[in-house]
Antibody
Framework: QVQLVESGGGVVQSGGSLRLSCVVS????????MHWVRQAPGKGLEWVAF????????YYPDSVKGRFTISRDNSKNTLYLQLNSLRVEDTAVYYC????????????WGQGALVTVSS | QSVLTQPPSASGTPGQRVTISCSGS????????VNWYQQLPGTAPKLLMF???QRPSGVPDRFSGSKSGTSASLAISGLQSEDEADYYC???????????FGGGTKLTVL
């Protein structure tokens, strides 16, 4: 069955960096675009990044553009999110999700990785 | 401030029908399909409805979706206690070049 497993979360100081990974199984990873979506404690969902199936195109909201980088290694069935210049307001659970043909459709989600940024 | 607008809360008694609205604009709902996600307490979001009104396998037909113009809605009939969750609408936005979410609606089953 489809599985997405995030790792790499933890506690980091403001201004620091972290890299999240998302290992997938149960589907042909190289055929699908992927999202990262985050959820701050007690808050709603916020889209963070999107990458095409082959990594050739990437999209970010203004809130993270220039600080976060999405990438993928199709040979390892792994999606990454590099988080730099972290701020306290980046504290959240970060989810990876498989994207269907419509880019607004995230069909499968991981369990999430908690990133805590301390001041 | 979310790009898509949802009521923050909704409620109903078991067996009732509840509707959750989602309002957007011409750059998202007006030209793209709407999706709904259900998030049970302490769990990851789950796709509940895609392409406006399509249910993934395993989602009961008590759940239905619709879209008209720049608005969409999710209806839950025969409300059950296990439907108590947060519900989010979402769509791709062509102007922002990104996925946009509603602020979420917390559904309480009384």
């Amino acid at each position: 069955q489809v599985q997405l497993v995030e790792s790499g979360g933890g506690v980091v100081q403001s201004g620091g960096s972290l890299r999240l990974s998302c290992v997938v199984s149960g589907f042909t990873f190289s055929s699908y675009g992927m999202h990262w979506v985050r959820q701050a404690p007690g808050k709603g969902l916020e889209w963070v990044a999107f990458i095409w199936y082959d990594g050739s195109n990437k999209y970010y909201p203004d809130s993270v553009k220039g600080r976060f980088t999405i990438s993928r290694d199709n040979s390892k069935n792994t999606l990454y999110l590099q988080l730099n210049s972290l701020r306290v307001e980046d504290t959240a659970v970060y989810y990876c999700a498989r994207v269907m043909s419509d880019w607004g459709t995230a069909s499968d989600w991981g369990q999430g990785a908690l990133v805590t940024v301390s001041s | 401030q979310s790009v898509l607008t949802q009521p923050p809360s909704a409620s109903g008694t078991p067996g009732q029908r509840v509707t959750i609205s989602c309002s957007g604009s011409s750059s998202n709902i007006g030209r793209k399909t709407v999706n709904w996600y259900q998030q049970l307490p302490g769990t990851a979001p789950k796709l509940l409805m895609f392409t406006n009104d399509q249910r993934p396998s395993g989602v009961p037909d008590r759940f239905s979706g619709s879209k008209s113009g720049t608005s969409a809605s999710l209806a839950i009939s025969g409300l059950q206690s296990e439907d108590e969750a947060d519900y989010y609408c979402a769509a791709w936005d062509d102007s922002l070049n990104g996925m946009v979410f509603g602020g979420g609606t917390k559904l309480t089953v009384l």
